[in-house]
Nanobody, 125 residues
Framework: QVQLVESGGDSVQAGGSLRLACAAS????????MGWFRRAPGKEREGVAA??????????IYADSVKGRFTISHDHAKSTVYLQMNGLTPDDTAMYYC????????????????WGQGTQVTVSS
């Protein structure tokens, strides 16, 4: 059984940093793409960052809105994916979800088959 468990969400001031973690279990070697998505109230779900763990070094992609501020990384030994978020702004306020799939993309959430329950990030000005 696949499980993705997110942690690290919190309330911070603008300009602050957070590190989200997603502990994965039960994934097969086929699901080599891990991603972070977010959904803010009243907005569409947005792909934030994804990492392809099938190569060394890993490859990563980012939404334009977070490039230069967010970094996705993967700890293979711990089966955990991280999202380091720096320079947070109120626009980053959302529920953040970890997801696993086979297609290296942020364009389609439907390419991710497994999802966590989410962790809330709130950024105040």
């Amino acid at each position: 059984q696949v499980q993705l468990v997110e942690s690290g969400g919190d309330s911070v001031q603008a300009g602050g940093s957070l590190r989200l973690a997603c502990a994965a279990s039960g994934l097969t070697y086929i699901n080599k793409v891990m991603g972070w998505f977010r959904r803010a109230p009243g907005k569409e779900r947005e792909g934030v960052a994804a990492i392809y763990t099938g190569t060394a070094p890993t490859q990563s992609i980012y939404a334009d809105s977070v490039k230069g501020r967010f970094t996705i990384s993967h700890d293979h030994a711990k089966s955990t994916v991280y999202l380091q978020m720096n320079g947070l702004t109120p626009d980053d306020t959302a529920m953040y979800y970890c997801a696993a799939g086979r297609v290296f993309t942020l364009d389609s959430a439907s390419d991710f088959y497994y999802w966590g329950q989410g962790t809330q990030v709130t950024v105040s000005s």
